[in-house]
Antibody, heavy 122, light 110 residues
């Protein structure tokens, strides 16, 4: 069973860059997509974007201009950067796996990281 | 653009059967699979139903999913107190090229 362990800075000032990483254990990147999802306090889930081993990415259009995803196969981890953060980016951020084979999604978000609360405040 | 609409709340008593709906204004549900997630208080979400009606291993059979046209439903039979959680539907939005989630339904077991 794949396990995801995430980490990163939890307190940022407005205009700074949010950086989170997620380590994958118990499996490899294979054909899967690796996603980031966030949840503002008391709110629902918002998908941020995803990346696969080939470097192919998909982004939420509402965040695309500020988001960058990367993946390091040698370290078995993937990362999220969100630039120019504001208070509206305050949320719990989750990493998650989308199980895919030859580009066909089998099970979206079947494994999740533990979540990282990121607070943006001056 | 896909908008998945869920009722904000639902409730039932132990042993009852409850259903949570997920409807869409465009045709993404009709053409794409719907998936369901359970989020227990203070926890990360977990996959409950994928591809409209399939259960991952370990998910009890009292959880079931269905889809018809532009609507999908999650049904929970034999409701238990530990089912009290938030439930989210999700699908792929072809026009956005993005995953979209419903607003979530808070299930209360009375």
């Amino acid at each position: 069973q794949v396990q995801l362990q995430q980490w990163g800075a939890g307190l940022l000032k407005p205009s700074e860059t949010l950086s989170l990483s997620c380590a994958v254990s118990g499996g490899s990147f294979s054909d899967d997509y690796w996603s980031w999802i966030r949840q503002s306090p008391g709110k629902g889930l918002e998908w941020i974007g995803e990346i696969n081993q080939s470097g192919s990415t998909n982004y939420n259009p509402s965040l695309k201009s500020r988001v960058a995803l990367s993946l390091d196969t040698s370290k078995n981890q993937f990362s999220l950067n969100v630039s120019s953060v504001t208070a509206a980016d305050t949320a719990v951020y989750y990493c998650a796996r989308v199980v895919s084979v030859f580009g066909v999604v089998l099970q979206p978000f079947d494994s999740w990281g533990q979540g990282t609360l990121v607070t943006v405040a001056s | 653009q896909s908008v998945l609409t869920q009722p904000p709340s639902a409730s039932g008593t132990p042993g009852q059967r409850v259903s949570i709906s997920c409807s869409e204004s465009s045709s993404d549900i009709e053409s794409n699979y719907v998936h369901w997630y359970q989020q227990l208080p203070g926890m990360a979400p977990t996959l409950l139903i994928f591809k409209n009606s399939q259960r991952p291993s370990g998910v009890p059979a009292r959880f079931s999913g269905s889809k018809s046209g532009t609507s999908a439903s999650l049904a929970i039979s034999g409701l238990q107190s530990e089912d009290e959680a938030d439930y989210y539907c999700a699908t792929w939005d072809d026009s956005l090229g993005a995953w979209v989630f419903g607003g979530g339904t808070k299930l209360t077991v009375l």
